[in-house]
Every structure is written in C-alpha cells, then in structure tokens.
C-alpha cells in the first residue's frame, strides 16, 4: 500500500468543492438527495433497477431473471435475454433524430481527419462484419486486435460485436511475445493489424511483429491488415494465403448485414491484465450485463448530453477504451473523439488544440497525464480556447491533490466539475465516483459508490474499518465473469480472501463523510502511468538471462508516472555488472512485453534481503527506494544485506 508523504497529505485533505449551480441545472442527477434517493432503491431492489436500466435498450428477446446467483461467484445476468450490443450502439440509433449525428470524430498524428455520423458508422461496421465472415469467422471465435488508434481500431471491436465473435485487443506498444502468449492462451483464429501506426512522429511496424508473434502459431488463419501509412515509409509484405489487405476485401462486400442473436451471457470480449504471476490473465466480459452497466455509467457520471463531444484520451487497447471510447458512449448516442497520437506531437499543445478544435465539452483523461502536462508548463493549455469544455475525468491511479487543484484551475478554469473514476478492467466499469450535478469532490477522492455498488473496508479478518482493504460486497452488471481457461485462479484471486465478497486487490480509507479514499495495490502489482504490471512478470523474464541468479522488481514513488519499476538483480558468480548487460536486461523486457514495463533502474547486488524462510523482503526494498527508515527488520536472514543495498541505491 503506498504510504509515502504524499498519502499523508491526501490523508490530511479538507477542500470540498460543492456542484455549481450552472452545471446542476441541466444534470441527469442533480442534487445530493436525488443521488442518495436513487442509490438507496438501487441497493434494496438491485434486481428491479437493473431490470429496469436494460429496460432503456433493446433486446430481441427479454430475460428471464435480472441476476442468478446458484453459482456464485460465477453470477449470470440477463439470463435468457437475447441482444447484441453493436446493435445497440448503432442501429438502434438509427430511427431517431440522432440517425445523422457524428458518432465519431477522429484525426490522426499526421492531423489528417475522419468523421463518421451513426448512419455511416453502421454502415463501416457492417461491412467490416462481412470482411471478418469472408475469413472464416464464427460466432464465439477469438480475434486479435493489434492496431493504432484509427476508426478502424473501433470498427473491427464493434464489427466482431456484430457477428458475436469475441474481440481481444493488444495495446500497440506491446511486443511480440506478448501477443504470442495472448494468441496461444485464446487459441484466436485471426489477427487485424496495421501495416503501420504514427506515434511521437514515427511510423510503428505492427505488421511486422505480428509476423514475428505468430510465425509458430498453431491457431491463426489470416491476418487482416489495414493501410494506414505511405509505401515510402518502409515496405509491408502480405504473406500469400494468409493476409489480407482490408481495402481488397471491403469493396467486394455488402453494406447489408443483420446483427448476430447473442444470449446476454454470451462472451463479449477478453482483455488480458498484469497479475501476481507471470502470466497475464484473461479477463471474460459477457454481453448484457457489461452493455447495461457501460451504458448507465456513462450516462451518470459523465452526464452525457445531445450536445456533447466526449474525449477520452485511452487507447482502446486498455479496458478504459472499451467502456469509455467505444461501447458506453455510443450506447448513450454520443459523439466521440479518437485521436491516434501522443501529446506532444507536433508540440506540447497538441490536446488543448484538439479540444480547441473540436469544442470538447467532457475531457476524461489520467492523473499521470495531467502531471506531465503540469511539468511541461501552463503556457501550453494558455495559448487554446477551452471554453468548450463543462466536465473533466481522470481515471487509472491515485490523483495527487495538487494535480487535481491544477486540473481545475488551468484546465477547468475552475468552471468544471472533475469526477475522480475508481475502477478497473475486471469490474467494466466506474464503480466509485462522484455524479458531477450532485456530488460534492474532494481532491483525491473517488468520493462515493455508482448506484448498485456496495463497497465496503476490511481488515485482514474481514470486519469493516476505515483504512485497510477495499471490498465489494455485491455483485453487478459489468463485473468479470472469469478469468478465460482458468476458474480456479478467478475464484483464487478475487473472491476467497473472504468467501463470497469481491477483492479488488487495492488499499483504500474511509472519510467520516464516507469518501473513499483509494491508497493504492496492496499485492505485487505497480501503476506505471495508470498501466498496470505483475512485478513478477519482469522477475520470471530476468531470471532467463544466463548471468541473472535472482531478482526482485519494486513499485517506488516517481513524480509524474505516479509508481515506477526498479529492479534488484542479483548475478551468477564470475558474472559482472556492466552496462552492456543492463542494455540486455532492459532489452529483454523491451522485447518480451514492451517498452512501457521497462524499470527505471537496475541495480545490480550481491543478495537481495530474504526472511530466513527463503522470502523476498520487497517491503524492505520499497523503503529504500522512496528513502524512508526502515522498517521491522529483525526477520531478515542477514541484516548486513540491507544497509550494502542502500549504500549502493544512494550512490547511484
Ligand atoms: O489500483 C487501481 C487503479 O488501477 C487499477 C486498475 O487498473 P486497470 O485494470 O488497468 O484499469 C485501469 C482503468 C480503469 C485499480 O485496481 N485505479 C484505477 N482508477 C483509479 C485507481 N486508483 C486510484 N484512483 C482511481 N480513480
């Protein structure tokens, strides 16, 4: 659990910052009394507001009962109802006035546009779902998504959606081992990828790691690709017989197309996640549930309107980009703005012109983020209109009151509420958050339970505190339904440190006011700029290197990233610490998981600190990392250990 300084500050935070009249007025929630109203019937008839939320969408067949919980933690909603969710999130638009509205504005690194009305989206989806059956693709089979952020990148996710298959995007900045290890765990029959993507002004060659990914494949068919860049750039050669250029295939298709009957427990999408193992886990999402839950979400928290223009800067490849690009805004009929870029490019003011130029009026983004946006100086947002924007979000990580204070003076120009989302990629959606017409913020602070939400603080023995570990109490629409091929480790992980209560794995403080105050991960999992890495994942990598004995990876305290990795190694004998095999280290991570999971640091060191049972003492090494005294340390096998290892971490 993070503990250092500044926690003690969030801990010690007072300001409060009521709804503005203004923005209240107009809110689907609009008062404190409405919030706690509606959150009280939601928590005593769970099952008739829920029922009632589906309601508001279209299913071809109704349900048969809102939740069953025979087999719990395995619950099922919506059983028995039948619905597709791209069908919701286009064609039931498309009767209505919103039938030419934009769903989607879109523009690239190079700052060439798109823009797609509901009508034409419908009509882009539909034919992508024929190009996905020209290729053999059934209802219930698993496809890869490995793409930039183009509308392509959301045309095939609702595309599959469509014909039932089960999506499962890659983020585009991991390497070809990963996607190695996600295809062989979900056996996918095809992979979508681009012959290049444009970040920080490069070209990235995604074809070609897919090559390398799937070169032994035992399960892949075909690769589709989509143009994105100029042949000059560096050449992409298709492979005969097995990939397909997206342009060949889309002018030989129809437009014409009748979305797929799925049942609500039908399996939606996987998204593979970092746990406390080596191996990712792939997190199940089923159909009804995380529709009505996608859907309701962001209805409330961002209170979307008719007029708004949404952006939310994820990739889509992170679960954030599911629920909060994709499926809960255009579920509500909104008007979403993609952007394929980084921030910096061409300069600093990159986002404050897209918002310029876009009127965005919800800007939902992350707390690492808007500390880098700080570092670089208020000059930059200064120099844009921001007038357009009435909302502003962060989600991924902690937001450090000062941050939150910047967000909202120099972003928000103090006019906006912010609303501080606590969620993750197993829950499906925001779970703790404050309504932006009813709630009052503190800077730091999730604030208050979503409607439906049970939460709760633990201690170890499982009684209810203020400060310990976060619990959900009760099931809900967009939770997880598994882990793919692995129900022990669903039932392991989330579900048995109390029998029958959900765990997310975070620290979390209860304010007198009931603000939920989230600390941080309490197992070995560290936020790096909101993404989430198994600490053990990099040990397992390091120990394959020959001159690698042991090794212990740590999330310290950093500035802007909120958490980063640092990596003690500790080498064979006869081996020497030189930068060469750092390079080879840092190089390995490079190329088994990306570029992101690389540490920090390394340090090299005679032994890392171990109990006398064989048990790393990561708490130890913590405390030398953010330079705090010590802890206990009268369990350590040899106490020398720790003072060589903070003589060496200072003097690096
Ligand atoms: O530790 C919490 C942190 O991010 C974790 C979930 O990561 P992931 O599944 O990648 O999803 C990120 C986007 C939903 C959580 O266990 N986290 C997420 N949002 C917040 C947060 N920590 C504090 N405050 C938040 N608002």
């Keep these: 659990m993070n503990t250092t300084k500044e926690f003690d500050t969030v ?4 300001r409060l910052f009521k709804p503005l009249p203004e923005f209240s007025k107009n809110a689907h929630i609009s008062s404190l009394k409405d919030y706690e109203r509606i959150y009280k019937e939601s928590i005593e008839h769970n099952e008739s507001f829920w029922g009632n939320v589906a309601e508001e969408l279209h299913w071809f067949k109704k349900w048969k009962n809102v939740l069953n919980t025979k087999e719990a933690p395995f619950y099922k909603w919506f059983e028995g109802g039948k619905t597709n969710i791209a069908y919701n999130a286009l064609d039931r638009h498309l009767t209505t006035a919103r039938k030419n509205k934009i769903a989607l504005l879109w523009e690239g690194e190079p700052g060439d546009k798109k823009s797609f009305s509901y009508w034409q989206l419908t009509q882009e989806v539909k034919k992508c779902a024929h190009v996905l059956k020209y290729l053999g693709i059934q209802k219930g089979d ?21 014909i039932g298959a089960v999506h499962s995007v890659i983020f585009a900045g991991f390497a070809a081992d990963a996607i190695k290890d996600r295809i062989d765990d979900c056996k996918a029959k095809l992979v979508i990828t681009a012959d290049g993507g444009y970040r920080r002004g490069k070209v990235l060659p995604l074809k070609s790691t897919v090559d390398e990914a799937i070169k032994d494949s035992a399960t892949i068919e075909n690769v589709l690709v989509i143009k994105r860049k100029e042949d000059a750039v560096f050449p992409c050669t298709l492979q005969k017989n097995r990939d397909h250029w997206y342009h060949e ?6 437009s014409e197309h009748e979305a797929e009957v799925m049942d609500s427990e039908d399996m939606l999408f996987l998204l593979y996640t970092s746990g406390t193992t080596g191996k990712p886990k792939g997190i199940m999402h089923t159909t ?24 939310c800067t994820a990739d889509i490849g992170w679960v954030t980009g599911h629920s909060y690009l994709v499926y809960g805004p255009l579920l509500n009929g909104a008007t979403v703005l993609m952007y394929e870029g980084t921030p910096q490019f061409p300069d600093e003011g990159r986002f404050w012109k897209l918002i310029e130029d876009y009127g965005v009026t919800i800007f939902y983004t992350a707390p690492t983020a808007i500390r880098t946006f700080m570092k670089w100086g208020d000059e930059w947002p200064k120099k844009y209109n921001l007038s357009s924007l009435r909302l502003l979000g962060t989600v991924g990580e902690p937001i450090n009151p000062e941050a939150w204070m910047w967000y909202h003076r120099i972003i928000g120009n103090e006019k906006c509420p912010i609303v501080d989302t606590w969620w993750q990629t197993e829950t499906g959606g925001i779970m703790l958050t404050p309504l932006p017409g009813a709630i009052s913020t503190k800077p730091g602070s999730a604030t208050l339970p979503f409607f439906g939400i049970e939460p709760a603080i633990y201690t170890n023995d499982g009684k209810e505190t203020d ?20 129900p022990d480790r669903y039932i392991k992980t989330y579900w048995s440190k109390w029998n029958g209560i959900y765990f997310p794995g975070d620290g979390a403080r209860k304010d007198t006011d009931g603000y939920y105050w989230i600390l941080g991960r309490v197992d070995d999992v560290v936020n790096v700029s909101g993404h989430r890495i198994g600490t053990s994942e990099l040990e397992s990598i390091f120990i394959e290197h020959p001159a690698v004995a042991e090794s212990a990876v740590i ?31 840092m190089n390995l991570i490079e190329t088994k998981i990306g570029k992101f999971a690389c540490p920090e640091r390394i340090i090299f060191s005679a032994d890392v600190p171990k109990t006398r049972s064989g048990k790393i003492m990561r708490r130890l090494l913590r405390d030398i990392a953010e330079g705090r005294a010590l ?19 200072n003097e690096e």
Aim: with cysteine; glycine share 8%.
């Design 249 to 254: 295939l889309y002018h030989k298709v129809s």
């Design 142 to 162: 698993r496809v890869i998504i490995y793409l930039p952020m183009i509308p392509e990148l959301a045309i095939c996710v609702l595309a599959c959606a469509r």
């Design 288 to 311: 009804g549930g995380y529709m009505t839950y996608a859907y309701l979400t962001s209805k409330y928290v961002f209170d979307l309107h008719d007029t708004d223009v949404f952006w």
């Design 467 to 486: 400060a310990g570990y976060l619990v959900i109490k009760n099931p809900w629409p967009g939770m997880l339904r598994g882990i793919y091929g692995d």
């Design 555 to 585: 999330g310290a305290h950093h500035e802007v990233k909120g958490q980063s990795l640092i990596a003690f190694v500790s080498l064979r004998s006869g081996q020497q610490s030189t930068p060469k095999l750092e390079k080879e280290l």
């Design 11 to 14: 801990l010690k935070e007072t």
């Design 631 to 649: 802890g206990n340390v009268t369990t350590l096998a040899d106490p020398a250990v720790i003072e060589t290892l903070k003589t060496q971490y």
